[in-house]
C-alpha cells in the first residue's frame, strides 16, 4: 500500500487546522504507523504573531519523518538526523528530509509547488512512510491537489457570524463535490483533433478570457482548462462569454483549481451563474474533502489594554449551521476522540501499519 497524502488547510487562523492535523498524527503514532510530515509554505509558531494567544503545537515523536526547510531543521526543538538532502528551494533553504531521533517541537516549512510536493512525496515513499501529512492554508492551497484528500478547518475566527460562515464553508464545498470528466488524456487528443475540445492554460484576467472565447466554434463542445481561474479572469467569462458558452463544458483539472479565484465565497456563485447559463463545470480529478472541523473560538481585542483575550461562539450552534449547509462530515475537533478524527478523515484506512524506526 503506498502512502497516503492527508492536506490540511484553514480558512484563516486560529481555527483549529494544528489541533486536527496533531489528533490524526497521534491516532497514526497510536497504530504504529510511520509519520511523515510537511508543509506548504511556513507554519510553527508558538503564538499567534498578532494576537499573542498561544497556538498548538507539532510535537513529532521519533521516527517521525520531517520533509523540512534546513533552518526548520536546525532550528526546531525536536532532534533531527538528516538523511536526505534534496534541491527544492524555499524561503528559509533547501528542503531536506530527516527522520525524528528526539521527540520535540518542529517547525514546519516546505515544498510550495505541486511538481516538488510530487517529488517529496516519492522520496517519503521511497523510505517507508505510511502516512504523509500536509499542512496548509485557504491561501496557498493549490499544491494540495497532490494530497489523497483534504481536511478543512473553519470557525468563529474566520467569520463570527454563524450564517455567514456557513454559507462561505458551503461556497467551498460545492467545489469539492463537482462532477468527474469521465474522458482521459486519449479523449482529450482525440477532442483536440476534430475540434470538439478547445485546451485552454490560466484564465487570470479579462483580456486572457475574451482570447478564449475567441477560439470557440461552432464544433466547440467543451474547453478543458489546465491552469487556474482568477477572479478577474472568472468574472470576464461570466460577464462577457456566457452566451457563447451556453450549452458547452467546462473542465478544470481538478477543484483545487477553483479555490484560489479570490474569496472563498466565489465559488458557489461562479457555479450558479454557469448553471442558470446553460455551462456545465466539471473537474479532470476530483480531491476528496473528506472532514470539516469547526471552531467557536475567536480572539477578541480588548480597548482598555490594547491585547486580546479568547473569546467563543456557540458551539452547538456553529457546528449545526455548517453541518447543514456542506455534504463533507463536520466535528468539533475538540469534542472527538482522536481515534474517531483519524476514522473520519482516513476511512480507508487499515486496522494496522508499519513502526517507524
Not at 521519533?62 to 538532502?85: D, H, K
Not at 509547488?113 to 492554508?137: N, W, Y
Not at 481536511?151 to 460562515?165: C, P
Not at 478543458?224 to 477572479?231: A, M, P, R, S, V
Request: net charge neutral; glycine share 10%; aromatic share 4%.
Amino acid at each position: 500500500m503506498s502512502a497516503r497524502v492527508l492536506g490540511f488547510c484553514g480558512t484563516a487562523k486560529n481555527t483549529g487546522k494544528t489541533t486536527a492535523m496533531k489528533a490524526v498524527m497521534d491516532a497514526a503514532y497510536a497504530k504504529k504507523l510511520t509519520v511523515a510530515l510537511t508543509s506548504i509554505g511556513f507554519d510553527g509558531e508558538l503564538a499567534d504573531h498578532v494576537t499573542g494567544l498561544p497556538k498548538p503545537r507539532i510535537h513529532a515523536l521519533p521516527g517521525t519523518v520531517a520533509a523540512v526547510a534546513e533552518r526548520c531543521a536546525a532550528e526546531s526543538g525536536a532532534g533531527i538526523e538528516i538523511l536526505r538532502r534534496t534541491d527544492i528551494e524555499t524561503a528559509l533553504g533547501k528542503v531536506v528530509i530527516g527522520k525524528v531521533r528526539k521527540a520535540g517541537l518542529l517547525l514546519l516549512a516546505g515544498p510550495t509547488k505541486s511538481a516538488d510536493i510530487r517529488r517529496v512525496r516519492l522520496m517519503l515513499e521511497e523510505m517507508g512512510c505510511d502516512l504523509i501529512l500536509v499542512d496548509g492554508a485557504l491561501n496557498r492551497v493549490a499544491p494540495m491537489v497532490e494530497a489523497d484528500g483534504i481536511v478543512l478547518a473553519t470557525g468563529a475566527s474566520r467569520e463570527r457570524d454563524i450564517a455567514l460562515l456557513a454559507r462561505e464553508t458551503a461556497g467551498i464545498g460545492v467545489v469539492y463535490d463537482l462532477p468527474v470528466w469521465e474522458g482521459g488524456p486519449a479523449a482529450l487528443a482525440a477532442g483536440e483533433r476534430d475540434g470538439r475540445i478547445i485546451r485552454a492554460g490560466s484564465i487570470l484576467d479579462e483580456e486572457m478570457a475574451l482570447a478564449l472565447l475567441g477560439r470557440l466554434t461552432d464544433r466547440t463542445e467543451a474547453v478543458f482548462l489546465e491552469g487556474i481561474i482568477g477572479e478577474k479572469g472568472f468574472a470576464a467569462l461570466l460577464d462577457k462569454g456566457l452566451e457563447r458558452l451556453r450549452g458547452r463544458r467546462l473542465i478544470m483539472l481538478d477543484p483545487i483549481k477553483m479555490l484560489v479565484s479570490g474569496s472563498p465565497g466565489n465559488p458557489r456563485r461562479y457555479l450558479e451563474r454557469l448553471a442558470a447559463g446553460g455551462v456545465q463545470l466539471l473537474v479532470s480529478r476530483q480531491v476528496p474533502l473528506r472532514l470539516i472541523t469547526v471552531n467557536p473560538f475567536y480572539p477578541l481585542y480588548r480597548v482598555a489594554t490594547h491585547d486580546y483575550e479568547a473569546a467563543y461562539v456557540d458551539k452547538a450552534e456553529l457546528r449545526r449551521a455548517v453541518a447543514a449547509a456542506v455534504k463533507a462530515p463536520v466535528i468539533n475537533v475538540l469534542e472527538e476522540s482522536e481515534e474517531e478524527i483519524f476514522a473520519w478523515a482516513l476511512p480507508e484506512w487499515p486496522n494496522t501499519g508499519q513502526a517507524g524506526a
